[in-house]
């Protein structure tokens, strides 16, 4: 626990970033074409398991906001 680190997590898949990295915050071209599809989805699937409980929260809010647009089942995928 030195001084605050220059690094991020990878939103998608959690592993650390430096910044200043070509796709940060994202360790991957990759990574953040994962996030960006999932957002644009709708769909919220979420393919790694989250242990942000404050990212979790905002995914919460987020369904709230949106009453019954998903009908259909959220993919399950891991
Ligand atoms: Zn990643």
């Known amino acids: 626990m030195a001084k ?3 690094t991020l997590r990878c939103p ?8 200043g990295d070509k796709h ?11 996030d ?12 790694t398991p989250i242990t942000d409980p404050e990212m979790l929260e905002s995914l919460v809010e987020e369904r709230r906001k949106k009453p019954a647009e998903e009908s259909s089942d959220p993919d399950h995928k891991h």
């Open 4 to 6: 605050k680190s220059s």
């Open 12 to 19: 998608t898949c959690r592993t650390l970033v430096l910044k």
């Open 24 to 34: 940060f915050p994202f360790c991957s071209d990759r990574c953040r074409v994962i």
């Open 36 to 47: 960006l599809g999932k957002w644009a989805s709708g769909g919220y699937v979420i393919s």
